[in-house]
């Protein structure tokens, strides 16, 4: 009930008070938030627990599998240079500073991989696909959300005009901005939208959708990648000589297997007008959002239950300082951005 009010929520923000054809408030953050204001009003809902613990290990690991339909590898080839430029030290440097900041800060090293995924690669989506990934506690995924959701709604309501400013009269270098620097698929939809009604320029809207569609790729090799690292590791920190395949996240494999199926489905498409013999354009097209759709609301029934389960008074222990790393490393990946696009592309 809550995720089907969230996606319903989340495309009246969107259609309603914004009036926009795509919701910049994501129906996950929506659903974790009505979450944890029922789970934390309503003490007598814990009688559910064994069905919330089932959406959050099973039903998540589904969404999350499904979600690689949304990632085309192919479509990297058909992306500019110039994009490829700015979002691949921007992901690489975020998430090394993300570390070296952590110990600064003190923050837990897995609610540090969780900030550092969501702001460099695709807000919610990315910390709820590598949540499992590393074994992170359910209020380290609330935190991490609550992190780039608020940094990202005030990217995506500031910097359209900071992004004229910084790159009057230059469509690529705004666009890739606003793809490169703002965390959540949705907020990035967003920020490029309100530019184009500012501004009148549909260019930046395409060049910022594409740049995040990179960002949004990375995950099947950054995650995958995370996990190894993660798994790779003995209790008392040490490096393991060996990974035990036992332990690795067996779903993020079925993430990746969905993306390549996706790739050569396309890639199919550009030679044939049938994809695996049996399936025209419309069918293809068909299946990727019916499929699409499913993941989305299967991860958003997993967060609905996160956040059920996610006690306030825990989140309240993890201080104050949480929030002041996420805004220093949401400056960060703007600086990045900006400075990448300075020295590369201008």
């Not at 897995?110 to 695709?122: A, K, N, P, W």
Request: proline share 2%; hydrophobic share 55%.
């Amino acid at each position: 009930m809550i995720s089907l009010f969230s996606l319903f929520l989340s495309e009246f923000l969107g259609l309603a008070l914004f009036g926009f054809s795509k919701s910049p408030i994501s129906s996950i953050t929506i659903a974790i938030f009505i979450g944890l204001l029922i789970g934390n009003t309503f003490k007598r809902i814990s009688i559910f627990d064994m069905g919330f613990q089932f959406c959050i290990k099973s039903l998540l690991k589904i969404g999350i599998i499904l979600l690689g339909i949304k990632l085309s590898f192919s479509d990297i080839l058909n992306i500019s240079y110039s994009s490829l430029v700015v979002v691949i030290p921007c992901i690489l440097i975020t998430l090394f500073s993300v570390l070296l900041l952590g110990k600064y800060f003190k923050i837990p090293k897995r609610l540090c991989i969780l900030i550092g995924v969501g702001t460099s690669i695709c807000g919610a989506t990315a910390i709820v696909a590598t949540a499992p990934a590393i074994e992170a506690e359910q209020e380290e995924v609330s935190f991490a959300i609550a992190n780039i959701t608020l940094f990202g709604l005030f990217a995506m309501l500031t910097y359209p005009y900071l992004s004229n400013f910084l790159f009057s009269n230059n469509s690529l270098a705004a666009g890739l901005f606003l793809g490169s620097s703002i965390h959540d698929t949705s907020q990035v939809t967003g920020a490029a939208m309100v530019y184009n009604e500012q501004f009148s320029d549909k260019e930046v809207l395409n060049i910022a959708i594409v740049t995040k569609l990179i960002r949004n790729t990375a995950m099947a090799i950054i995650i995958p990648f995370i996990a190894i690292r993660y798994k790779g590791k003995n209790k008392n920190n040490k490096k393991s000589k060996l990974i035990d395949l036992k332990q690795f996240p067996l779903f993020i494999l079925g993430f990746v297997f969905f993306g390549l199926f996706r790739s050569i489905g396309d890639y199919i498409l550009n030679t044939n007008d049938i994809v695996f013999g049996f399936l025209n354009l419309v069918q293809w097209d068909y299946l990727i959002y019916l499929l699409s759709m499913i993941s989305k609301f299967l991860l958003t029934v997993a967060m609905s239950a996160v956040g059920v389960t996610t006690n306030l008074k825990n989140l309240k222990k993890m201080g104050i300082e949480i929030f002041y790393f996420g805004f220093i490393v949401a400056i960060l990946v703007g600086l990045l951005s900006f400075s990448i696009i300075r020295i590369f592309i201008l």
